[in-house]
Nanobody, 127 residues
Framework: QVQLVESGGGLVQAGGSLRLSCAAS????????IGWFRQAPGKEREFVAA????????YYSDSVKGRFTASRDNAKNTAALQMNSLKPDDAAVYYC????????????????????WGQGTQVTVSS
């Protein structure tokens, strides 16, 4: 059984950086892809980034490509999302989750393929 906890959110000015962490307890998550999603008030939860089980493949939404970088350290049961050049439109609650579906390399952006969602961490970006 795996439990995930996100941390690292906060308030930053536009153009600043934050590094979000996703820490797992329980069994290792080394066999699962990890997804990052965000949800702003009044909007559906949307895909941000994903990383394969061994870190060999990463995927990003068009809105964050070139600014965000996903990584993981399976030996420590942690994952991270480095967020640079933040914009006000990036403000949201950010979540990590495990891809427990059958086709990660095709369905990495589908929120319904993920389970074991963390509690989320708030990111606020001021202009």
């Amino acid at each position: 059984q795996v439990q995930l906890v996100e941390s690292g959110g906060g308030l930053v000015q536009a153009g600043g950086s934050l590094r979000l962490s996703c820490a797992a307890s329980g069994r290792t998550f080394s066999t699962f892809g990890i997804g990052w999603f965000r949800q702003a008030p009044g909007k559906e939860r949307e895909f941000v980034a994903a990383i394969s089980w061994n870190g060999g493949s990463t995927y990003y939404s068009d809105s964050v490509k070139g600014r965000f970088t996903a990584s993981r350290d399976n030996a420590k049961n942690t994952a991270a999302l480095q967020m640079n050049s933040l914009k006000p439109d990036d403000a949201a609650v950010y979540y990590c989750a495990l891809h427990t579906g059958s086709s990660f390399y095709i369905k990495y952006g589908d929120r319904y393929e993920y389970e074991r969602w963390g509690q989320g961490t708030q990111v606020t970006v001021s202009s």
